[in-house]
């Protein structure tokens, strides 16, 4: 396997979770169809949940529809998968701003380890936004040096 391939497999399987996933988280009583929610933003998260999908499908596409220009393509690609990505960690810095949270009581709780003596909570948004943040940069590596 070629270091390009992997690349563009890595930045596939980002995408690809960024339009599938929300599918299934987004779209159940923990958001959709929570009863605790505004109507308002129940509306948001729908909407949200149906522009990502296509937007997922068409990075996928420019990594994989054959025809020229495939560094462009893939770097136009990765930028599209970053920009959910950066969208969250905005989010996530400025939530003080407007009384913004990770989660909702209601909703997935996080996942707690036990390291030696201490418990850790680790939200699991922050936990797979981070890792897709550090797997997307290193496709942008690994097709820079192919």
């Known amino acids: 396997m070629t270091a390009a391939l992997a690349a563009r497999l890595i930045v596939s399987a980002i995408a ?21 929610w505004p109507d308002h933003a129940r ?21 994989w529809w054959p025809g020229p220009s495939l560094r462009h393509r893939f770097y136009f690609a990765a930028f599209l998968a970053a ?25 997935f709780q996080p996942a707690r380890l036990r390291v030696g ?3 850790i909570a680790v939200d699991m948004n ?16 690994l097709f820079g040096f192919s």
Do not use: E, K
């Open 43 to 63: 509306f948001h998260v729908v909407w949200q949940v149906f522009t990502g999908l296509p937007l997922a499908a068409a990075t996928v596409a420019l990594l």
């Open 83 to 107: 920009a959910s990505l950066l969208g969250f960690f905005v989010a996530t810095a400025f939530r003080r701003l407007y009384d913004g949270t990770l989660r909702d009581p209601n909703g």
């Open 16 to 36: 690809a979770g960024q339009g599938v996933a929300p599918l299934f988280i987004d779209l159940n009583r923990t958001h959709a169809t929570n009863p605790f």
């Open 126 to 141: 922050l936990a797979l936004v981070t890792l897709a943040s550090v797997l997307l940069l290193v496709s942008l590596l």
């Open 117 to 119: 003596s201490r418990d």
